[in-house]
């Protein structure tokens, strides 16, 4: 069975939002014809409820296609509240809640795969604490109590679903901006391997990314919506399929000259166990030279 998702991220409505990209979005979408659309994080810019009224508009809209992930980006957390109170945290997200409910780490289950969510985006917490001043409620953390959760739903899923994890933070290294999302990226990607992820949806770096995490488990990270692109690269957005025996990842890259978003690059990945070889294939074309990009915001 193959399942269509269409992964966006980082749409940050308030003044970064570029609603014409938007607008062509909500217009293509049903023809995209996605099994479901995940949207990973940040909403919104500043935790406001005009950006989170906008973001619930587009999730509407998407809803009238399919079935529709949302999921909290440090952007949609109101960190200045309770910094470094390891209890009750509600307040830090209720205007989220109240937009897109109090479920911070929602399930699909679709008949091809199960769709699990994580929670990194924690606002000023002791574990995305780093030695930077700005990754001050920028940087995410992996706890270990939502890896055993995702790890128990994956574990009781059904055989024939393709296990998906769902995050906000980059979970490899953004060419560019050379910037890990999460704080100890190195347990947190061992975590996700051993949670039996076989695809990963993330954004969070601004920059479209297709790669293979422990050489099995394959990453598709979501460029953004935003005037706030990587390098002033233009605007992504992914579209993955996972076959029975590959998982395709395609950009879909905003054409400022024609107003619409346009399929470019796919990048093919076998199935780690569900075909005869594993890896990249074919490999993905050399990174085109791009301008350094110094913003640490993501
Ligand atoms: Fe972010």
């Known amino acids: 069975m193959t399942v269509q998702l269409l992964h966006l991220s980082d749409l940050h409505f308030g003044g970064l939002a570029d609603l014409d990209q938007i607008e062509s979005l909500e217009q293509m979408l049903p023809d995209l014809r996605p099994d479901a659309v995940v949207v990973t994080g940040d909403l919104s810019q500043r935790a406001r409820h005009g950006e989170f009224q906008r ?25 200045w509240l309770r910094p470094l109170i ?37 606002g000023v917490a002791w574990g995305s604490l780093t030695p930077q001043v700005r990754d001050l409620a920028v940087k995410g953390h992996l706890p270990k109590r939502e890896f055993a959760r995702v790890r128990g739903l994956f574990e009781a899923a059904p055989r024939e679903q393709a296990r998906v994890l769902v995050l ?61 692109t990587r390098g002033g690269r233009p605007s992504t957005f992914n579209f993955v399929t996972i076959e029975p025996t590959a998982v395709h990842i395609t950009y879909f890259r905003w054409d400022a000259e024609s107003r619409r978003f346009r399929a470019s690059d796919t990048y093919a990945f076998a199935r780690a166990g569900k075909g005869a070889s594993s890896g990249p294939a074919p490999a993905p074309p050399p990174a085109q030279p791009v301008p350094a990009d110094t913003t640490s915001h993501s």
């Open 55 to 79: 973001a619930r508009a587009l999730v509407q809209t998407a809803a009238r296609t399919a079935p529709v992930l949302v999921i909290p980006g440090n952007h949609d957390v109101a960190w």
């Open 168 to 228: 906000h933070h980059n979970v490899l290294r953004g060419d560019i901006s050379k910037r890990m999302g999460l704080a100890r990226w190195r347990q947190a990607q061992r975590r996700i391997v051993a949670s039996g992820a076989e695809v990963v949806l993330c954004g969070h770096d601004h920059q479209e990314g297709a790669e293979l995490l422990g050489g099995r488990v394959v990453v598709s990270t979501a460029g953004t919506l935003c005037k706030r």
């Open 86 to 122: 390891p209890f009750a945290k509600e307040p830090l997200y209720a205007k989220y809640a109240r937009y897109f409910g109090a479920d911070l780490t929602p399930t699909l289950a679709l008949p091809g795969a199960i769709l699990a969510s994580a929670l990194t985006s924690h």
